[in-house]
């Protein structure tokens, strides 16, 4: 049997769970919704919050929240394939239970704790990178493309550093974000059509003092580009405010 699910953390819980009631060892694949097959007709599974909450209850349960951590960041890789892996890592929890975690030269284990390492990795540059811009309605806001479905793991950090401002944080890439407000934390979607922004003239200033005085402190002989990206990868280049070409 395949499982098709729409494509999020809660929807690929849920076609998990249908495949457990059904018999997960009769499983041969949960895939996105759309992908092609010419050979089968997959079951698509709405997603379901309680069934998700179930499937994560027992791991927590039975394995520790470490593994439910592992499963969750290294579905936000967003890698080719991924729901093959965490549906073998989730088998391969629920038999190995409390000892689970020191399996790790199980392929399918160790193979999840690399995806998830990835995201942890691009989270944990990106909260240090990323550059807030007030908007002319006073709306702190933040955009950047990162390689892994990050910014929901972001966000928590900044509610605590930020929690009587009103901002919001958009993924370009996937054309959604999360936005904050009177003290409650949305995920929403983003049109591809989005216009210039209107920046607050504040806003303005502090971009053109700090262009200005980054231009003025570079020294143009020194300038090595292969160091540059041995600390900050060049994907990230274009959401730096200080590089006015692409602000």
Same mark, same amino acid.
């Given at each position: 049997?395949?499982?098709?699910?729409?494509?999020?953390?809660?929807?690929?819980?849920?076609?998990?769970?249908?495949?457990?009631?059904?018999?997960?060892?009769?499983?041969?694949?949960?895939?996105?919704?759309?992908?092609?097959?010419?050979?089968?007709? *997959?079951? $698509? @599974?709405?997603?379901? %919050? /309680?069934?998700?909450?179930? =499937?994560?209850?027992?791991? #927590?349960?039975?394995?520790?929240?470490?593994?439910?951590?592992?499963?969750?960041?290294?579905?936000?890789?967003?890698?080719?394939?991924?729901?093959?892996?965490?549906?073998?890592?989730?088998?391969?929890?629920?038999?190995?239970?409390?000892?689970?975690?020191?399996?790790?030269?199980?392929?399918?284990?160790?193979?999840?704790?690399?995806?998830?390492?990835?995201?942890?990795?691009?989270?944990?540059?990106?909260?240090?990178?990323?550059?807030?811009?007030?908007?002319?309605?006073?709306?702190?806001?933040?955009?950047?493309?990162?390689?892994?479905?990050?910014?929901?793991?972001?966000? *928590?950090? $900044? @509610?605590?550093?930020? %929690? /009587?401002?009103?901002?919001? =944080?958009?993924?370009?890439? #996937?054309?959604?974000?999360?936005?904050?407000?009177?003290?409650?934390?949305?995920?929403?979607?983003?049109?591809?059509?989005?216009?210039?922004?209107?920046?607050?003239?504040?806003?303005?200033?502090?971009?053109?003092?700090?262009?200005?005085?980054?231009?003025?402190?570079?020294?143009?002989?020194?300038?090595?580009?292969?160091?540059?990206?041995?600390?900050?990868?060049?994907?990230?280049?274009?959401?730096?405010?200080?590089?006015?070409?692409?602000?």
């Amino acid at each position: 049997m395949n499982y098709e699910y729409d494509g999020t953390f809660f929807g690929f819980l849920s076609a998990v769970f249908d495949a457990w009631h059904d018999g997960i060892e009769k499983t041969e694949n949960i895939r996105t919704q759309g992908e092609l097959s010419l050979f089968d007709q *997959p079951r $698509f @599974v709405p997603s379901d %919050p /309680g069934k998700a909450r179930r =499937i994560l209850e027992a791991l #927590r349960k039975q394995c520790g929240g470490r593994a439910s951590h592992f499963l969750y960041y290294a579905f936000m890789a967003e890698l080719p394939g991924r729901e093959e892996a965490l549906l073998l890592y989730l088998r391969l929890a629920f038999h190995y239970k409390k000892e689970f975690l020191h399996h790790l030269s199980d392929e399918p284990v160790w193979a999840v704790r690399q995806m998830a390492r990835r995201t942890g990795n691009e989270r944990h540059k990106l909260l240090g990178l990323l550059r807030f811009r007030e908007l002319s309605d006073g709306m702190l806001y933040a955009r950047l493309a990162p390689s892994c479905a990050v910014v929901p793991l972001m966000a *928590p950090h $900044f @509610v605590s550093r930020f %929690p /009587g401002e009103r901002w919001v =944080i958009h993924d370009i890439r #996937r054309h959604m974000g999360v936005l904050y407000e009177n003290h409650t934390l949305s995920l929403i979607e983003i049109p591809r059509t989005l216009q210039e922004l209107s920046l607050s003239r504040d806003e303005q200033g502090f971009n053109h003092l700090w262009q200005a005085y980054y231009k003025t402190i570079a020294i143009k002989e020194r300038r090595n580009d292969t160091v540059r990206r041995s600390f900050m990868p060049e994907k990230y280049w274009p959401w730096l405010i200080e590089d006015a070409k692409h602000s």
